[in-house]
């Protein structure tokens, strides 16, 4: 009986772990924020939309989500995370720019200070658009 219950056992450890993997092959990448359509000043506990324009290289690319990190106090560092599938058939895209919109609420008094991320320069250091809004009553 044990020696029935290993063999079906190893039968399905083979069988379940295929070597051809038809799953799309795909990774996050940030991209760079083109343009950011923010309010000049905001108003403590409204909610606030904020667009950011961004483009895609090409058919490849999804949108998946928006990195957002409160890096303390009142700054905020933002990027836009795409989805990256692997293919050798790639298309441009007719309109590459796309935005995307969060939403923020201001709970405190004081300046906000945004970090929109833009790409990396050539030494590989983290290039930002920094924006600072004020927060009244």
């Not at 760079?32 to 895609?56: A, C, G, K, W």
Request: aromatic share 16%.
């Amino acid at each position: 009986m044990k020696q029935l219950f290993v063999g079906l056992c190893a039968l399905l450890v083979l069988v379940s772990c295929s070597i051809n993997d038809d799953s799309p092959q795909l990774y996050y990448e940030f991209m760079p924020v083109d343009s950011v359509d923010i309010p000049e000043e905001f108003q403590l506990n409204h909610i606030y939309e904020i667009t950011m324009t961004y483009t895609r290289p090409d058919d490849c690319y999804a949108y998946s989500d928006v990195y957002y990190a409160n890096d303390g106090g009142n700054t905020r560092t933002v990027a836009v995370i795409c989805t990256v599938y692997q293919d050798d058939n790639c298309l441009p895209l007719d309109y590459p720019e796309y935005e995307v919109s969060f939403n923020f609420k201001p709970t405190s008094l004081g300046t906000y200070v945004f970090n929109f991320w833009q790409g990396e320069d050539e030494n590989g250091e983290d290039q930002f658009m920094v924006i600072e809004v004020p927060v009244t009553e």
